[in-house]
């Protein structure tokens, strides 16, 4: 055996050690001798030295210089480096515990992705990590009884999977109970295990509560294995938080229909049982140091429930330990914000971003304005009488986004949660996007980022006992028809472990070395990493980019754009019988938009920045262009990522063994591209369908059809890629949360029948006086200016903005301009010229309040229009618009000019 293949991993010098360094410790140990290096508890035997340094020590200050890190180390961060005097010595340097986990865990991660080890462990650089958010979370959501109650009892899984979070730099970790279903909203709820949790785990002295079919072992085991996550977790690091999602003791108040039904409750003692059971589970798991609550009626409770939240959190004054407390920030008003600060423990408003849904890494500059109108979403579910939600009512605009929460004088914080909504099956990985995210994480001063992993809500609703016609009910996670690829690694939490590396280093520092995820992808597939890693990246662009530009719900209950459910060009005035409303649960998104139901008319989710189908044709047939992102553009881009996803994938082919491995990242891959063609093609076909109604041009109407056809034949090739996986994947009961990208086609098929019968049947003219949508579509300026942001503004003064424009350029400017405020309107003014130089003054009462400014410029000439910042259509990873604070000190959303 050669000497630089014996390993010493230790201290430096006898020092106290924290439980999860000693874990850390230990599984970088295990790791070296898995990968055929063997351990020695004697330094001087070794031919490598893995050894971290004491404190303030001679060796630490040789590593600090040698890395090029500050004096003072900030939390959970680490210096590592070899020593000028012993090459063979690899001294690390920390912060504190996380960041000993960090540095270690990275040499682990190093090994076991590494053909030569030891060569690997002896030539790694010097570095200096450091993370750039704060908190950096994953939350895994119990919402189905028969497939995942094997992964909540299953210790082995939970000690592979909470390694794999802490050795990709998360620090949290959330698991979530009772998100299955909205109260006041689902009925006839029958999948209800452990929803409301309290009485699966325990009974509470005082308290005459049961659980129908629910025995004493099976409580007692529940309570066991949450007690063994949370000290799983506690011992890796992570900090653990418990997501109670819904304190509805019966979902349904009208028909008692829950499987585990259960009694002993009413309004008169719900509040107190609910606070002393808190209080007991608290005292279970000491290792719990956050909680999640969803305050407004869906988790619950009726409207005002700030009476029952203050007798509830009342707990965490009861229990002799610091716990963050994290409530859901829909429907959050005045009222509660006072209950859920009157505590000790720090309070944070946990954000929506992007909806129920992934979208483009930066925050959308507006919410739609459905959210402000009268009624809003939550009136419209509040069915048969049954209200309760009269606050989530008035400030239906909190449904996503951060809505009026970025205060500067807030006494929360906030936290942004990225939802499951668009992509739910399909891999998922684009360093740049992962990386824009982590930038966007601090925006308007959030704590941080909390991510729901992929496959949350597979079997929500009961949907996995209750199959479609010809399937059969399922009990695990299994994604695969095909047998070769349902080996170890393709269902579940280890398809998505390249996921989680992206969501976790770039969120810990979005300006992470590639290495860190290359060496994993090149463990997996060898010459072809740089086109798989290309492959992925760009197909990874395509579904939030489509929720952007096309948004007909933001309820990730109604809208799957990974699994799309057509919405038809051609408006289709019958209404058919909904089976599902005994159920609660509506036919299609149309409840959520405002009507026609058509694709033309859907709102983006993004209305400030991206414009509809409808609203860009009009605006080419009226006086004035839009200069928002067109769905031209969007088709553009569209295409671009998926052809580029294509071509790399096809390189891939020549250069990777064709392992499981690669083959469910190809299928994925080409799945996401031909998804990308369909709606590309899809936008083209609606502004040719819109310019038709609009002219009665027969050209463009053969224009439609043309691109919808390509468009069905998109939506074929990806339901063929797709063969290989069930027919069934249930994220709910109703047919648009479940099924196979092949049921999806007859709906295409229809509207594109309807398409042709109106072909058929029209008298339009063949030449009609207005030019074709091709000869007037906007131009696109690539706007050449200079500006600098200011470093700062005075609240209650006028603030200037200036601009130069290249000399003889014949432009005009306006500047879109707002508080960091989703509750507000963004006003519009057009600058003073001087030349080729251009100013604004932004009014002092837009800087008087207690919000940031942000604002975004739109450029016109004869030649096109521009927005400025422009979203870059390659990585569309960028902010969109400056930011500016009154306190220049502030650093969240403030970009370099173009």
Same mark, same amino acid.
Request: net charge negative.
């Given at each position: 055996?050669?000497?630089?293949?014996?390993?010493?991993?230790?201290?430096?010098?006898?020092?106290?050690?924290?439980?999860?360094?000693?874990?850390?410790?230990?599984?970088?140990?295990?790791?070296?001798?898995?990968? &055929?290096?063997?351990?020695?508890?004697?330094?001087?035997?070794?031919?490598?030295?893995?050894?971290? @340094?004491?404190?303030?020590?001679?060796?630490?200050?040789?590593?600090?210089?040698?890395?090029?890190?500050?004096?003072?180390?900030?939390?959970?961060?680490?210096?590592?480096?070899?020593?000028?005097?012993?090459?063979?010595?690899?001294?690390?340097?920390?912060?504190?515990?996380?960041?000993?986990?960090?540095?270690?865990?990275?040499?682990?991660?190093?090994?076991?992705?590494?053909?030569?080890?030891?060569?690997?462990?002896?030539?790694?650089?010097?570095?200096?990590?450091?993370?750039?958010?704060?908190?950096?979370?994953?939350?895994?959501?119990?919402?189905?009884?028969?497939?995942?109650?094997?992964?909540?009892?299953?210790?082995?899984?939970?000690?592979?999977?909470?390694?794999?979070?802490?050795?990709?730099?998360?620090?949290?970790?959330?698991?979530?109970?009772?998100?299955?279903? +909205?109260?006041?909203?689902?009925?006839?709820?029958?999948?209800?295990?452990?929803?409301?949790?309290?009485?699966?785990?325990?009974?509470?002295?005082?308290?005459?509560?049961?659980?129908?079919?629910?025995?004493?072992?099976?409580?007692?085991?529940?309570?066991?294995?949450?007690?063994?996550?949370?000290?799983?977790?506690?011992?890796?690091?992570?900090?653990?938080?418990?997501?109670?999602?819904?304190?509805?003791?019966?979902?349904?108040?009208?028909?008692?229909?829950?499987?585990?039904?259960?009694?002993?409750?009413?309004?008169?003692?719900?509040?107190?049982?609910?606070?002393?059971?808190?209080?007991?589970? *608290?005292?279970?798991?000491?290792?719990?140091?956050?909680?999640?609550?969803?305050?407004?009626?869906?988790? &619950?409770?009726?409207?005002?429930?700030?009476?029952?939240?203050?007798?509830?959190?009342?707990?965490?004054?009861?229990?002799?330990?610091?716990?963050?407390?994290?409530?859901?920030?829909?429907?959050?008003?005045?009222?509660? *914000?006072?209950?859920?600060?009157?505590?000790? #423990?720090?309070?944070?408003?946990?954000?929506?971003?992007? &909806?129920?849904?992934?979208?483009?890494?930066?925050?959308?500059?507006?919410?739609?304005?459905?959210?402000?109108?009268?009624?809003?979403?939550?009136?419209?579910?509040? @069915?048969?009488?049954? +209200?309760?939600? #009269?606050?989530?009512?008035?400030?239906?605009?909190?449904?996503?986004?951060?809505?009026d929460y970025a205060r500067d004088d807030a006494e929360y914080q906030l936290l942004?949660?990225?939802?499951? &909504?668009?992509?739910?099956?399909?891999?998922?990985?684009?360093?740049?996007?992962? #990386?824009?995210?982590?930038?966007?994480?601090?925006?308007? =001063?959030?704590?941080?980022?909390?991510?729901?992993?992929?496959?949350?809500?597979?079997?929500?609703?009961?949907?996995?006992?209750?199959?479609?016609?010809?399937?059969?009910?399922?009990?695990?996670?299994?994604?695969?028809?095909?047998?070769?690829?349902?080996?170890?690694?393709?269902?579940?939490?280890?398809?998505?472990?390249?996921?989680?590396?992206?969501?976790?280093?770039?969120?810990?520092?979005?300006?992470?070395?590639?290495?860190?995820?290359?060496?994993?992808?090149?463990?997996?597939?060898?010459? =072809?990493?740089?086109?798989?890693?290309?492959?992925?990246?760009?197909?990874?662009?395509?579904?939030?980019?489509?929720?952007?530009?096309?948004?007909?719900?933001?309820?990730?209950?109604?809208?799957?754009?990974?699994?799309?459910?057509?919405?038809?060009?051609?408006?289709?005035?019958?209404?058919?019988?909904?089976?599902?409303?005994?159920?609660?649960?509506?036919?299609?998104?149309?409840?959520?938009?405002?009507?026609?139901?058509?694709?033309?008319?859907?709102?983006?989710?993004?209305?400030?920045?991206?414009?509809?189908?409808?609203?860009?044709?009009?605006?080419?047939?009226?006086?004035?262009?839009?200069?928002?992102?067109?769905?031209?553009?969007?088709?553009?881009?569209?295409?671009?990522?998926?052809?580029?996803?294509?071509?790399?994938?096809?390189?891939?082919?020549?250069?990777?063994?064709?392992?499981?491995?690669?083959?469910?990242?190809?299928?994925?891959?080409?799945?996401?591209?031909?998804?990308?063609?369909?709606?590309?093609?899809?936008?083209?076909?609606?502004?040719?369908?819109?310019?038709?109604?609009?002219?009665?041009?027969?050209?463009?109407?053969?224009?439609?059809?043309?691109?919808?056809?390509?468009?069905r034949d998109a939506w074929q090739q990806a339901a063929d890629s797709a063969d290989?996986?069930?027919?069934?994947?249930?994220?709910?009961?109703?047919?648009?949360?479940?099924?196979?990208?092949?049921?999806?086609?007859?709906?295409?098929?229809?509207?594109?029948?309807?398409?042709?019968?109106?072909?058929?049947?029209?008298?339009?003219?063949?030449?009609?006086?207005?030019?074709?949508?091709?000869?007037?579509?906007?131009?696109?300026?690539?706007?050449?200016?200079?500006?600098?942001?200011?470093?700062?503004?005075?609240?209650?003064?006028?603030?200037?903005?200036?601009?130069?424009?290249?000399?003889?350029?014949?432009?005009?400017?306006?500047?879109?301009?707002?508080?960091?405020?989703?509750?507000?309107?963004?006003?519009?003014?057009?600058?003073?010229?001087?030349?080729?130089?251009?100013?604004?003054?932004?009014?002092?009462?837009?800087?008087?309040?207690?919000?940031?400014?942000?604002?975004?410029?739109?450029?016109?000439?004869?030649?096109?229009?521009?927005?400025?910042?422009?979203?870059?259509?390659?990585?569309?990873?960028?902010?969109?618009?400056?930011?500016?604070?009154?306190?220049?000190?502030?650093?969240?959303?403030?970009?370099?000019?173009?």
């Amino acid at each position: 055996m050669t000497r630089s293949r014996r390993v010493f991993v230790g201290w430096e010098r006898p020092v106290p050690v924290h439980a999860s360094t000693a874990w850390a410790i230990d599984f970088l140990r295990a790791t070296a001798r898995n990968r &055929g290096l063997t351990l020695t508890d004697h330094p001087h035997e070794a031919g490598q030295r893995v050894l971290l @340094a004491a404190p303030g020590g001679a060796l630490a200050a040789q590593v600090m210089q040698a890395a090029a890190a500050p004096e003072q180390l900030p939390a959970e961060s680490f210096a590592m480096a070899r020593t000028p005097a012993e090459s063979q010595t690899l001294a690390i340097v920390v912060a504190d515990e996380a960041g000993a986990v960090y540095a270690l865990t990275e040499l682990s991660d190093i090994l076991r992705c590494s053909d030569t080890p030891a060569t690997a462990l002896s030539t790694l650089p010097a570095r200096y990590e450091h993370p750039h958010v704060a908190v950096r979370s994953v939350s895994r959501m119990f919402s189905c009884h028969a497939t995942d109650s094997a992964w909540f009892h299953d210790r082995g899984f939970w000690d592979e999977y909470l390694t794999e979070l802490a050795v990709q730099r998360f620090n949290r970790f959330s698991l979530g109970f009772g998100l299955a279903y +909205d109260y006041l909203i689902d009925k006839r709820v029958t999948d209800n295990y452990l929803c409301f949790v309290y009485p699966f785990l325990f009974s509470v002295p005082g308290y005459d509560v049961a659980v129908a079919g629910l025995t004493e072992d099976e409580r007692q085991r529940n309570l066991e294995s949450l007690q063994y996550i949370a000290s799983a977790a506690s011992l890796r690091g992570l900090e653990f938080g418990l997501g109670l999602w819904n304190h509805a003791y019966r979902l349904d108040p009208v028909i008692p229909s829950e499987r585990w039904l259960i009694s002993g409750l009413d309004a008169s003692n719900h509040a107190t049982y609910c606070g002393e059971a808190l209080e007991m589970l *608290l005292r279970a798991c000491p290792e719990i140091s956050a909680l999640t609550f969803r305050v407004h009626f869906e988790g &619950g409770v009726p409207e005002p429930t700030h009476d029952f939240w203050r007798v509830v959190t009342a707990a965490l004054d009861r229990v002799a330990r610091p716990i963050r407390l994290d409530a859901h920030a829909k429907g959050v008003n005045d009222e509660l *914000l006072e209950v859920l600060g009157s505590h000790d #423990a720090p309070f944070t408003l946990s954000t929506k971003y992007w &909806g129920e849904h992934m979208g483009l890494p930066y925050h959308q500059a507006s919410i739609r304005s459905r959210e402000f109108g009268v009624g809003g979403s939550a009136a419209e579910h509040s @069915a048969d009488g049954r +209200d309760g939600a #009269a606050t989530t009512r008035r400030r239906s605009f909190t449904r996503y986004g951060y809505a009026d929460y970025a205060r500067d004088d807030a006494e929360y914080q906030l936290l942004h949660r990225v939802w499951p &909504g668009t992509q739910r099956v399909l891999l998922w990985g684009d360093p740049a996007m992962a #990386a824009g995210i982590g930038r966007q994480a601090t925006f308007a =001063g959030s704590q941080g980022i909390e991510w729901f992993e992929p496959l949350t809500f597979l079997g929500r609703k009961d949907s996995a006992s209750r199959p479609l016609e010809q399937q059969t009910p399922r009990t695990d996670r299994d994604l695969y028809r095909d047998p070769e690829l349902s080996g170890p690694g393709s269902s579940g939490w280890q398809k998505y472990l390249y996921t989680l590396r992206l969501w976790g280093r770039l969120s810990y520092d979005p300006g992470a070395d590639p290495e860190s995820w290359r060496r994993y992808l090149r463990s997996r597939f060898g010459a =072809g990493t740089a086109d798989c890693e290309a492959a992925l990246g760009f197909a990874s662009r395509i579904l939030p980019l489509v929720l952007t530009a096309h948004a007909p719900s933001v309820a990730g209950n109604a809208y799957w754009p990974e699994m799309y459910t057509n919405i038809p060009l051609v408006a289709d005035e019958h209404t058919a019988e909904n089976p599902f409303a005994p159920f609660g649960w509506q036919p299609d998104s149309r409840f959520d938009m405002t009507p026609p139901y058509t694709f033309g008319n859907t709102s983006t989710l993004d209305p400030e920045l991206f414009a509809t189908v409808d609203e860009y044709v009009d605006s080419l047939l009226g006086d004035e262009a839009t200069a928002k992102y067109s769905p031209m553009e969007v088709a553009d881009w569209l295409q671009f990522l998926a052809q580029s996803a294509l071509d790399h994938l096809s390189s891939a082919r020549q250069l990777t063994d064709l392992s499981e491995a690669f083959r469910r990242l190809a299928i994925d891959v080409e799945i996401l591209a031909h998804l990308g063609q369909f709606f590309a093609h899809k936008f083209r076909a609606a502004v040719a369908w819109r310019w038709h109604e609009r002219t009665a041009q027969v050209a463009v109407l053969d224009s439609a059809l043309a691109e919808y056809r390509s468009a069905r034949d998109a939506w074929q090739q990806a339901a063929d890629s797709a063969d290989a996986y069930q027919r069934d994947l249930p994220f709910g009961r109703a047919p648009y949360q479940r099924g196979h990208w092949v049921d999806r086609l007859p709906g295409i098929d229809r509207d594109i029948a309807a398409l042709t019968s109106h072909a058929a049947g029209n008298d339009c003219l063949r030449h009609a006086d207005r030019p074709g949508v091709a000869t007037r579509t906007a131009p696109r300026l690539q706007p050449q200016l200079g500006h600098v942001p200011p470093p700062a503004f005075k609240k209650g003064e006028r603030l200037q903005l200036s601009f130069a424009a290249p000399a003889g350029s014949d432009v005009s400017i306006r500047v879109h301009y707002r508080p960091v405020n989703q509750a507000a309107s963004w006003l519009v003014a057009s600058t003073v010229a001087d030349g080729d130089r251009f100013s604004l003054d932004i009014p002092a009462d837009c800087t008087s309040g207690p919000y940031s400014l942000q604002y975004f410029v739109e450029v016109r000439s004869p030649h096109g229009t521009a927005l400025y910042p422009r979203l870059d259509p390659v990585h569309l990873s960028n902010q969109p618009y400056f930011v500016v604070h009154a306190d220049p000190a502030l650093r969240w959303g403030r970009v370099s000019p173009q």
